[in-house]
C-alpha cells in the first residue's frame, strides 16, 4: 500500500477516509480495480465515434467533378425516392482511395398527375442526361466515362429494371438486405445458372424472371466498411494519400454539411449482452440517410469494379514469345520447312 506508514494514515479517523481518499487521488476506475477486483465496465451501447464534423475535414482539395489522374474506376449510385433522386459520384484509385467527387439531388415532378413510377423514371432519365451531357474530368483535362452506375431497386423495382436495360449496360439495378433493413442478407454458397456470388461475400448477383441482374449486397456490412472509410486518415505524414481513405472534393467543409448529417444518419452500436457475447447494429439517428446510402452503394460498385483494400497496382503482363519450330516436310529437298 503506498499509504501505508505516511503521514496521512495518520490523521485517518477510520478505513472509509482512506478509501476516499484514494478515490480524491486515483480516481474511481483505479481505486474499483485495484482495491475491490471489480473493474467498471462501460455501460450501454458503444459506437465507432464518427461525426459530421469529421466527415466535414475529410478534404481531398479537388475541386468539385475532378477526378485524380489515377482514377482506375468512376462509379455512381442513385437512391430513389417518391419526390426525391439522391446521388453521389466517386473517383477510386487502386487500394480503396475515394474521392466524392459529385452529389446532389434530382427533382421527381408531378408524382400527383401522373403516378409515381413515370414521374421516377421521367427523373431518372433527366439525371442520366445530365450526366452524359456534362461528363466528369480527370485532372489533365481527358473525359472520364463511367465503370459503374448502381440504381436502387428497392420499393420501384420495375422502374429501375426499365430504366437499366434502357441505359446501357453499366448501369444495374441493386438492393441492399440486412438488420437494419428488417430482411437478413443470406450470401449463397456457390455459383448457379442464376446467381454469381461477388468476392468478398458481401454481394451477389440474382437473375431475375425478366432476364435482369440484380446486385444484392449485405447493407449492415457496406454502412461499416463505408464508415471505415471515413474514420481512416486520409494522408500520411509525407502528405499521401492512406489506402481505404475517403474523401470529398473542395477545401470548404461548410459545404458539406448536409452530405456529412447525411453520413451519421445511422450508427453502428456495439453492446456485450451476457449469455449472448458482443451485438452489433445500426441505429438509424435522422430519417435523412439518403446520401448515406449513396455513398454505400458508390463504395459498392467500386469492390464489383475490383477496387479491394488487398489489391495492389496493376502491373502489365508480359508477353509470351511465340517460338516458330520447324515442321518435317518430305516434298522438299531438305526435307524440312519452317512453317
Not at 458508390?298 to 475490383?306: K, R
Amino acid at each position: 500500500d503506498p499509504y501505508e506508514g505516511s503521514a496521512r494514515q495518520k490523521v485517518e479517523v477510520s478505513a472509509v477516509q482512506h478509501c476516499y481518499n484514494i478515490i480524491a487521488d486515483r480516481g474511481w476506475g483505479p481505486f474499483a480495480t485495484e482495491y475491490q477486483n471489480d473493474p467498471p465496465t462501460d455501460d450501454g451501447p458503444q459506437t465507432s465515434g464518427i461525426s459530421a464534423g469529421l466527415v466535414m475535414g475529410r478534404l481531398s482539395g479537388i475541386e468539385r467533378n475532378v477526378a485524380p489522374d489515377e482514377t482506375a474506376a468512376l462509379v455512381a449510385f442513385v437512391d430513389l425516392g417518391k419526390y426525391a433522386l439522391y446521388w453521389a459520384v466517386a473517383a477510386w484509385r487502386r487500394g480503396v482511395v475515394g474521392h466524392v467527387i459529385d452529389y446532389g439531388v434530382q427533382d421527381v415532378f408531378n408524382v400527383d398527375v401522373i403516378g409515381e413510377s413515370k414521374a421516377i423514371a421521367q427523373a431518372l432519365r433527366a439525371w442520366r442526361d445530365d450526366l452524359n451531357a456534362s461528363p466528369y474530368v480527370l485532372r489533365s483535362g481527358e473525359i472520364r466515362r463511367m465503370d459503374r452506375v448502381l440504381v436502387d431497386a428497392g420499393n420501384w423495382s420495375d422502374v429501375a429494371y426499365a430504366f437499366c436495360r434502357e441505359s446501357g449496360v453499366h448501369y444495374k439495378p441493386s438492393k441492399g438486405y440486412g438488420e437494419s433493413e428488417k430482411s437478413p442478407f443470406r450470401v449463397p454458397k456457390k455459383n448457379t445458372a442464376t446467381t454469381r456470388v461477388g468476392l468478398g461475400g458481401h454481394w451477389y448477383e440474382s437473375k431475375q424472371p425478366g432476364g435482369h441482374w440484380l446486385t444484392i449486397f449485405d447493407a449492415d456490412h457496406w454502412k461499416r466498411y463505408t464508415h471505415e472509410r471515413w474514420l481512416t486518415v486520409p494522408r500520411d505524414d509525407d502528405d499521401r494519400y492512406r489506402p481505404g481513405s475517403l474523401t470529398v472534393f473542395g477545401s470548404d467543409p461548410k459545404t458539406h454539411l448536409a452530405y456529412a448529417k447525411h453520413q451519421v444518419a445511422e450508427v453502428e452500436e456495439e453492446e456485450f449482452i451476457r449469455g449472448k457475447g458482443i451485438r452489433r447494429r445500426f441505429k438509424r439517428i435522422s430519417k435523412a440517410n439518403h446520401w448515406l446510402d449513396g455513398t454505400v452503394g458508390i463504395c459498392l460498385a467500386a469492390a464489383q469494379c475490383g477496387i479491394d483494400l488487398t489489391a495492389g497496382p496493376r502491373v502489365p503482363r508480359k508477353k509470351k514469345r511465340r517460338t516458330v519450330r520447324a515442321k518435317l516436310n518430305p516434298k522438299t529437298p531438305a526435307g524440312w520447312l519452317k512453317k
